[in-house]
């Protein structure tokens, strides 16, 4: 699992899912600061990120193609770093449980609370 943490998901995160054995990259840290969020996206493609965001609306727009690396989102803006991760942790350890490296691709994940979260295959 590779994961591309959007602007407003926290970069000190990225430590958090590396003790668990994920890597990840924030969208500053490789010079997307800014960038629109299809540049975004198809950075993520291109480099086999799935992408966790909080704006869901751009993002699942992109998720109209025949194969993509997975879209993890946030259903709540405005969380705290230790908030984001109480919601991302679960669904990390789901993953990571499945023995599946291949988990997230064609899945949109919707976090909708700490511990709440729906899996599903886009496109279906």
Not at 39 to 50: G, K, L, P
Not at 62 to 88: A, M, N
């Amino acid at each position: 699992m590779r994961l591309l943490l959007d602007e407003h998901i926290s970069p000190v995160i990225i430590s958090y899912l590396s003790d668990l054995g994920v890597f990840a990259q924030s969208v500053p840290h490789v010079g997307l600061t800014g960038r629109s969020d299809r540049e975004v996206w198809r950075f993520a493609f291109e480099h086999d990120f799935a992408v966790v965001t909080t704006n869901a609306r751009d993002f699942v727009g992109f998720l109209d193609v025949e194969l993509h690396p997975g879209l993890i989102i946030l259903r709540e803006s405005g969380l705290s770093r230790q908030e984001q991760w109480e919601r991302l942790k679960p669904v990390v350890e789901h993953v990571l449980a499945t023995g599946d490296p291949d988990f997230l691709v064609n899945k949109l994940v919707e976090i909708i609370d700490a511990g709440q979260f729906v899996a599903r295959d886009l496109p279906e």
